[in-house]
């Protein structure tokens, strides 16, 4: 991946709204002490909070750690790939808003989540529509005044999801469409959790 590949701007106040009615169905997937991973400005951490979960979101954006905070949730500044606070005892890992995309590498991030888990946890992924094609490129984050980060990032389209997840040592076990958003359940099966 080169720095002149394509570049997917993405921008936090977009993210910056009320959860609304599909967004709840998803959030009954989240089951026990939930991570979620690239939570931005926490309105999904926020919401599980609301409904009795443990829930933690990480970000790398100070600004969307501070919102997270503000909306009564907790949230630290931490990238996935270090240490987290209680590895080895989330039940789920949360990845809204195409944050299977997070660090370029979908199998890494996957299996990295798999060290996070419980062995019995579970992912709860959104991803692209049907038809949309993987990629690996760069991701823009904006947020504040014009502040923006540049990170690598990943496309992962729904039809391109059991490859990936069987290389990180996963298997969808739901699948789900609401209002035009696609989720996936993804899980160790018991062969692969011995």
Known sequence: MSIDSPVTRLRLDEWDRPVDDHECTVLALCVGPTLDVGCGPGRLTAALAERGHVALGIDVVDTAVGQTRQRGASALRRNVFDEVPGEGRWQTALLADGN????????????????????????VVELAPPGTECSDDWARLEYGDGRARVLPWSVVGVDDIEPIAERAGLSVVDRLEAAHRWWVVLEETEEQAS
């Open 100 to 123: 299977v995309g997070i660090g370029g590498d979908p199998v890494a991030l996957l299996r990295r989540l798999r060290e996070v888990l419980d062995p019995r946890g579970r992912v």
